[in-house]
């Protein structure tokens, strides 16, 4: 079983929309979890950390269920930039990220 | 501005022709790494520096070398390519190991021939 694992999508949306999609680990241990985005094979940026009580960065939220051992980032009121390539990215004493999950936004 | 410094951007090469993809940052880091992207897989990490003269294998290092002779540099050599490691590769560092936040350069699309 991968360590992290993620619905590599696409996900197509159109503008406006709410896009929500989630990331399962393997490890109940793991520390910290944090949310890259990556557009079309350039460098991974991050997002957004994900914390227990979950947190909110504008149109983006990041939640963790631990218990089901997930992760989860939602996009409201899609935009055109926001298509690219989410990875998911857990620390469990190293950083082990997933394959990425995709979202296009259509106009 | 601070940043991480990988060259080239693209390579295409002949199999055992060694080469090297150097690695340079800016910001006094401590930690470097290098990682390979491949389609469904995700980033593996290769090799790993904590610090100055400190290296470590990652999750694939086989076929890969690396040296951490000062701070800024760590670079990423390949003595004898292979078809299999034709990816893309990213540098990466952060402050410290458990500093979380990692800055990549810009990547390298290695192709083996």
């Known amino acids: 079983r991968k360590e992290v694992e993620q619905d590599p999508g696409p996900f197509n949306v159109p503008e406006g929309a709410t896009v929500a999609f989630n990331c399962t680990y393997s490890?109940?241990?793991?520390?910290?979890f944090f949310w890259y985005r990556q557009d079309c094979r350039k460098e991974p940026k991050l997002l957004m950390s994900?914390?227990?009580s979950g947190n909110e960065d504008g149109r983006f939220t990041a939640q963790l269920n631990r218990a089901s051992q997930y992760i989860s980032l939602l996009i409201r009121d899609s935009k055109l930039s926001d298509s690219a390539t989410y990875l998911c990215?857990?620390?469990?004493?190293?950083?082990?990220f997933g394959a990425g999950t995709t979202v296009t936004v259509r106009a | 501005e601070a940043q991480v410094t990988q060259n080239p951007r693209y390579l295409i090469t002949v199999t055992g022709k060694k080469l090297t993809v150097t690695c340079s940052q800016n910001?006094?880091?401590?930690?470097m790494s290098w990682y390979r992207q491949d389609p469904g897989l995700g980033l593996r990490q290769i090799y790993y520096?904590?610090?100055?003269?400190?290296?470590d294998k990652g999750d694939v290092p086989e076929g890969y070398k690396v040296s951490r002779k000062e701070k800024r540099n760590f670079p990423l050599i390949l003595e004898s390519p292979s078809p299999n490691q034709t990816s893309l590769y990213f540098c990466?560092?952060?402050?410290?190991?458990?500093?979380?936040?990692?800055?990549f350069g810009s990547g390298t699309q290695l192709s083996v021939l």
């Open positions: 990466a560092s952060s402050s410290t190991a458990q500093e979380e936040k990692l800055f």
């Open positions: 490890n109940s241990a793991s520390q910290s």
């Open positions: 994900v914390y227990s």
């Open positions: 990215v857990v620390n469990d004493y190293k950083l082990s």
């Open positions: 910001m006094n880091h401590e930690y």
């Open positions: 520096s904590m610090n100055v003269e400190v290296t």
